[in-house]
T-cell receptor, first 115, second 114 residues
Framework: AQKVTQAQTEISVVEKEDVTLDCVYE???????LFWYKQPPSGELVFLIR??????QNEISGRYSWNFQKSTSSFNFTITASQVVDSAVYFC????????????FGSGTRLLVRP | DTGVSQDPRHKITKRGQNVTFRCDPI?????LYWYRQTLGQGPEFLTY????????KSRLLSDRFSAERPKGSFSTLEIQRTEQGDSAMYLC????????????FGPGTRLTVT
């Protein structure tokens, strides 16, 4: 079975605080991709990052960073110096490298950044 | 590249009515996916097409749901005899031939069944 768990339903921070969104996944596949998407109030899913199961290197992109640890099946997302524009729902997703590449999403974490 | 478009953006219908949604993928993307997102949840896979062939359907896709992609370009998702439980956001995504994992999402169609 494949599953993505985002235990944090909602997080509220004050602008400029750092915040980490947790993601834990389950899969029996040895090859897979992990993703983070952002869903602003407009509703459209915006792709943020993709990592494959072969590459555990952490990644930084501006104020965003991602920590992938296969040993704990986690793929956490940190926003440094949060801004009001970061307010959105964030989804972690998984897809095995099989024929369909259908995405399996977590239930999302709603981030509210207060001025 | 105009992105994935969906029409309508919002639909309100009465229980028992039929509704049809349309998705136009990014041109030359040969895969098209449909997902459903209910309030407070992440999107769930419904079905996908490669060109005009429907290759997989989720158990979520009851016999009241039918999807088509007749010419391998746009796709339609029809729900017959709508129920209140069908109220959700219906999302469409497309992906290019050599990078199926790279799914580009449309803005979604929000369905409300009263």
């Amino acid at each position: 079975a494949q599953k993505v768990t985002q235990a944090q339903t909602e997080i509220s921070v004050v602008e400029k605080e750092d915040v980490t969104l947790d993601c834990v996944y389950e899969t029996r596949d040895t090859t897979y991709y992990l993703f983070w998407y952002k869903q602003p109030p407009s509703g459209e899913l915006v792709f943020l990052i993709r990592r494959n199961s072969f590459d555990e290197q952490n990644e930084i992109s501006g104020r965003y960073s991602w920590n992938f640890q296969k040993s704990t099946s986690s793929f956490n997302f940190t926003i440094t110096a949060s801004q009001v524009v970061d307010s959105a729902v964030y989804f972690c997703a998984l897809t095995p490298m099989d024929s369909s590449y259908k995405l399996i999403f977590g239930s999302g974490t709603r981030l509210l950044v207060r001025p | 590249d105009t992105g994935v478009s969906q029409d309508p953006r919002h639909k309100i219908t009465k229980r028992g009515q039929n509704v049809t949604f349309r998705c136009d993928p990014i041109s030359e993307h040969n895969r098209l996916y449909w997902y459903r997102q209910t309030l407070g949840q992440g999107p769930e896979f419904l079905t996908y097409f490669q060109n005009e062939a429907q290759l997989e359907k989720s158990r979520l896709l009851s016999d009241r749901f039918s999807a088509e992609r007749p010419k391998g370009s746009f796709s339609t998702l029809e729900i017959q005899r709508t129920e209140q439980g069908d109220s959700a956001m219906y999302l469409c995504a497309s992906s290019p031939r050599d990078r199926y994992y790279e799914q580009y999402f449309g803005p979604g169609t929000r369905l409300t069944v009263t």
